[in-house]
């Protein structure tokens, strides 16, 4: 009975034990329930932990049972042998121990196996097929993603175990040995303890028994490393011996042939051991294990002379079939072998009357620059010194009936930029609660300045146009909104600063989890904030809105799902959404070409997240249903995804084609557009990304995948989309463009337009080069970086019009005070061999095509002749006005002459009234 009892006192304090340490988690989950529950995903979150508990508590059964009763068969074995009686109180000790040391070694490998193979464990249970097999194992490609992974971590888990068993047994007959027993064995004389000899029979029994039990972790050792090793033969497939990543040449005649004889060996070696233990043979357990050496040697030596004698000096000849597999699986593993090629003649006839009818591509020119408008944007648009705008996004909305390419960022709260005395808890929980507003501004319009030129701005936001108006301008989830908040207290919100005051607010949405007292203990203990519970600003009415940062909200969600680092905003139907990029990937797609070091060798976007800005509410759609990665999930969390169909068209008006992915199949598609295998062997049609020099720098930069607004050619209007140069490797002349589209139906479809490679197209650094060697241009270059201010040069735009190249850079003026800010001064065009810089886009354009005996003035979308009106000649005579009043002001002397000259040859064009 007592011994009953004993059991239960150490039972009771392992669980007391369990409980304490597991406090935290127990309020984590509590807390996080009241959350899922809130934003509608509670059932995603049980999924992940129950799916933890079913898991884990049926290893740590199975383990401890495991564990408690192979000690306990020591034990027995060990009484037995050395006539050692079993009802002494040590005997009740060890036992207690016993249970106590299995359980706890059993709960630290249940607790990490289910945390660390949970996910594992439900995609090999749920896997999809990819439908596309391997060309060596003839496999599915779901064998390599969704199974061998937990299979290979299942068995080093296995081995793990046994190693630590290993260690266990020989502990505890160390601890059986260090018992009295009824023969008084144990005091036997310590001088003497090396010598087991002079025991007689005694300490060979214990060896025995000892030797038993290892010999059985031994051979089911080897029987696991016999089954690594049949596995390890699939490892060939992301072999990096060759000159592709994948099975060469080597890998499958010899390192396979390896890893199936050592697999064979290991079996045998698991046999021997056992034999050896039967029969007492202690040296055929030596066997095994020198003959896995010996093949191991052989192997290595046997990989190195194939592959120097054989492979090396017939290298195109024996690797040409694995090679054209690399460039097959690379292909379909980055989406990149669908990619559409047109050629693009590179035309050097382009007119005025072709500028005139790519009327929507002129208009969306960006020249305005997304690192200077961030600037700007702060700096005018900041209001008060804790707004701030952290990015930029780049987007299109129809304004007015027309497509316009756009920037815009939204006004968020940074409370960091609170003055010192304001950093109070209240203000930071209850009081500051949001952002608000975006600014918006087209990226081809700028000021007479030199500024983005805003159609939405200040608090509250301004706009011309009735399609851009925004009812809900908070911003209460965002990119800043790092802090909880409590919204319904006693204290009402900051809304937006109103002249010499502030205007107030009160949160309207459905955001929050109602703050009984329960709840106000809870979150307090969980957030670490004993003033959310004595507060008196908070009642019963008040709500807790957790989670704020978008980023953070949605990995809470899928923590499983890849996303974009560049959240970006839109406004539809005058609310405000982020959406989010999700993608899926794997580093085991069979002989795919590895991206970034190896972490990556197949990725799809798979995911579009919104976010509403107000509420909360998070929603992910399918955006890539023929991945089968994304499938999976989808099967796993039945409830979290929704088919794209479902997205409101106005949001869906505005997805893109995310620049991660486009800058890595870009990459990708450098070298792997290549088809014949004797050219890609030698890399003689080597692409590579197109280089500009950027800002001040000399040393050139590769030109960022850009979105821009253009007519592809054979279709009838313009799109929005995602672009990047190529040059050949160490040239610089541009040889294709790659286009992802954006829009409707056509979105994600990609194309490469390969230019001819009789011309010599210049690329973006040759066109730099050209511009450094215009003497005016470079005069003027000189002349404006000195003196107290600096030429930043924007981001070199290529612009197809037709099948022409246009090449559009603006230039800033940035002076060199700390709170300058960057200006849109000149803008620099070249087409064919003529260059020209002017004050505005139009300038260029009529000055480059002057010949053509037309003018263009973009800002009012129509084309003048000569003989312009009465009224036109006013609206020109206005505007020039206005430039040269806008360079005066600046000190540019230069400009207002010019200005003004202009001025008078329009004033003079001017006919007297009759």
């Given at each position: 009975m007592k011994r009953l009892q004993r059991t239960g006192l150490f039972l009771g304090l392992f669980l007391l034990f369990v409980l304490i340490g597991s406090f935290s988690q127990i309020i984590n989950f509590i807390a996080n329930y009241n959350w899922f529950k809130e934003v509608g995903y509670v059932s995603t979150y049980t999924k992940i932990v129950f799916s933890r508990?079913?898991?884990?508590?049926?290893?740590?059964?199975?383990?401890?049972?495991?564990?408690y009763l192979y000690l306990m068969n020591i034990k027995r074995n060990y009484y037995k042998n050395m006539n050692i009686l079993g009802s002494s109180e040590d005997d009740k000790n060890?036992?207690?121990?016993?249970?106590?040391?299995?359980?706890?070694?059993?709960?630290?490998?249940?607790?990490?196996?289910?945390?660390?193979?949970?996910?594992?464990?439900?995609?090999?249970?749920?896997?999809?097929?990819?439908?596309?097999?391997?060309?060596?194992?003839?496999?599915?490609?779901?064998?390599?993603?969704?199974?061998?992974?937990?299979?290979?971590?299942?068995?080093?888990?296995?081995?793990?175990?046994l190693v630590l068993l290993f260690i266990i047994t020989l502990v505890y007959y160390l601890i059986l040995i260090s018992m009295k027993s009824q023969n008084k064995f144990y005091d036997f004389d310590k001088s003497k303890v090396w010598n087991l000899s002079e025991y007689g029979s005694i300490p060979k029994r214990i060896l025995t028994l000892a030797f038993n039990k290892i010999t059985i972790i031994g051979a089911v050792f080897f029987i696991i490393i016999a089954i690594q090793s049949y596995l390890s033969s699939f490892s060939i497939l992301y072999s990096t011996r060759g000159i592709i990543h994948g099975a060469g040449f080597t890998d499958v005649h010899v390192t396979l042939l390896g890893y199936r004889i050592k697999s064979i060996?290991?079996?045998?070696?698991?046999?021997?051991?056992?034999?050896?233990?039967?029969?007492?043979?202690?040296?055929?357990?030596?066997?095994?294990?020198?003959?896995?050496?010996?093949?191991?040697?052989?192997?290595?030596?046997?990989e190195s002379a194939v592959q120097n004698f054989i492979v090396s000096p017939n290298e195109i000849s024996r690797e040409s079939t694995y090679i054209q597999y690399n460039i097959d699986y690379t292909k379909k593993a980055y989406d990149i072998n669908n990619i559409r090629e047109e050629d693009f003649a590179a035309l050097s006839d382009l007119s005025l009357e072709d500028i005139i009818n790519n009327e929507e591509t002129v208009k969306n020119i960006p020249i305005n620059d997304y690192r200077p408008t961030i600037q700007t944007y702060n700096q005018i648009q900041g209001i008060r010194s804790y707004y701030r705008f952290n990015d930029?996004?780049?987007?299109?909305?129809?304004?007015?009936?027309?497509?316009?390419?756009?920037?815009?960022?939204?006004?968020?709260i940074d409370k960091s930029k609170l003055p010192q005395q304001a950093q109070t808890w209240i203000n930071k929980h209850l009081k500051y609660t949001h952002g608000y507003g975006i600014v918006m501004s087209p990226v081809n319009e700028v000021t007479p300045s030199g500024q983005p030129k805003t159609i939405i701005r200040n608090i509250p936001p301004i706009t011309e146009s009735d399609s851009l108006r925004i009812e809900r301008p908070e911003i209460y989830f965002g990119e800043l909104t790092n802090d909880y908040i409590v919204i319904n207290t006693k204290e009402d919100e900051f809304d937006y600063p109103k002249g010499e005051t502030n205007a107030f607010t009160r949160y309207e949405g459905s955001a929050g989890i109602k703050l009984t007292p329960f709840n106000r203990l809870l979150y307090s203990i969980d957030r670490g904030s004993f003033k959310l519970l004595v507060s008196g600003a908070v009642n019963s009415d008040s709500r807790i809105i957790l989670n704020r940062n978008i980023s953070d909200r949605i990995k809470m969600i899928a923590p499983f799902i890849t996303y974009d680092e560049d959240p970006y905003i839109v406004l539809v139907d005058g609310k405000l959404y982020w959406i989010i990029d999700g993608y899926t990937s794997t580093s085991r797609y069979p002989y795919s070409q590895p991206y970034e070091h190896g972490k990556i060798n197949y990725i799809r976007n798979s995911v579009k997240v919104v976010v509403d800005a107000y509420n909360g509410?998070?929603?992910?759609?399918?955006?890539?249903?023929?991945?089968?990665?994304?499938?999976?999930?989808?099967?796993?969390?039945?409830?979290?995804?929704?088919?794209?169909?479902?997205?409101?068209?106005?949001?869906?008006?505005?997805?893109?084609?995310?620049?991660?992915?486009?800058?890595?199949?870009?990459?990708?598609y450098g070298t792997y557009h290549m088809k014949d295998i004797g050219v890609f062997y030698n890399k003689e049609d080597q692409w590579e990304i197109a280089t500009e020099i950027y800002e001040g720098k000399n040393d050139p930069v590769e030109v960022e995948s850009n979105y821009i607004t253009f007519k592809l050619p054979g279709e009838s209007k313009a799109?929005?989309?995602?672009?990047?140069?190529?040059?050949?490797?160490?040239?610089?002349?541009?040889?294709?463009?790659?286009?992802?589209?954006?829009?409707?139906?056509?979105?994600?479809?990609?194309?490469?337009?390969?230019?001819?490679?009789?011309?010599?197209?210049?690329?973006p650094y040759q066109v730099e080069s050209r511009i450094n060697q215009d003497p005016e241009i470079s005069r003027n270059l000189t002349q404006w970086d000195s003196g107290g201010s600096k030429v930043i040069r924007g981001h070199m735009i290529t612009v197809p019009i037709e099948e022409s190249i246009l090449y559009v850079e603006p230039l800033y003026?940035?002076?060199?005070?700390?709170?300058?800010?960057?200006?849109?001064?000149?803008?620099?065009?070249?087409?064919?061999?003529?260059?020209?810089?002017?004050?505005?886009?139009?300038?260029?354009?009529?000055?480059?095509?002057?010949?053509?005996?037309?003018?263009?003035?973009?800002?009012?979308?129509?084309?003048?002749?000569?003989?312009?009106?009465s009224n036109d000649l006013l609206l020109k005579a206005n505007e020039l006005y206005d430039r040269a009043q806008e360079a005066i002001r600046n000190g540019n002397f230069t400009d207002y002459g010019k200005y003004i000259d202009e001025l008078g040859d329009v004033l003079r064009k001017l006919k007297p009234v009759e």
């Open positions: 508990l079913y898991i884990g508590v049926p290893i740590f059964l199975v383990l401890n049972t495991f564990i060890i036992n207690t121990a016993t249970f106590i040391v299995s359980s706890i070694v059993s709960f630290i490998f249940s607790v990490g196996i289910s945390s660390s193979f949970w996910m594992e464990i439900l995609k090999f249970k749920n896997s999809t097929q990819f439908n596309v097999t391997d060309p060596i194992f003839n496999k599915d490609i779901s064998f390599y993603v969704f199974k061998l992974p937990l299979i290979s971590e299942i068995l080093s888990s296995l081995i793990g175990i060996l290991s079996i045998v070696t698991s046999i021997l051991i056992i034999i050896a233990n039967i029969k007492q043979r202690y040296k055929l357990v030596l066997i095994g294990p020198i003959l896995l050496v010996a093949v191991t040697i052989l192997t290595s030596i046997g930029v996004d780049i987007d299109r909305y129809m304004i007015d009936g027309k497509l316009t390419q756009v920037f815009l960022s939204p006004r968020e509410s998070v929603d992910y759609y399918i955006s890539d249903d023929k991945d089968p990665i994304i499938k999976t999930y989808s099967k796993i969390f039945k409830d979290l995804f929704k088919p794209i169909d479902n997205m409101p068209q106005g949001i869906r008006n505005h997805i893109r084609y995310p620049q991660s992915v486009f800058d890595i199949q870009s990459r990708m799109e929005f989309l995602l672009t990047v140069p190529y040059t050949p490797r160490a040239k610089q002349n541009m040889i294709a463009m790659l286009v992802a589209r954006n829009d409707n139906e056509k979105y994600g479809e990609l194309v490469v337009y390969r230019f001819p490679k009789e011309k010599n197209i210049l690329g003026i940035k002076s060199d005070s700390k709170e300058s800010i960057p200006e849109v001064k000149k803008i620099i065009m070249i087409y064919n061999d003529k260059i020209v810089m002017e004050d505005t886009l139009e300038d260029a354009i009529n000055k480059l095509f002057k010949s053509e005996g037309k003018v263009v003035d973009e800002k009012r979308d129509i084309v003048y002749r000569e003989d312009l009106s």
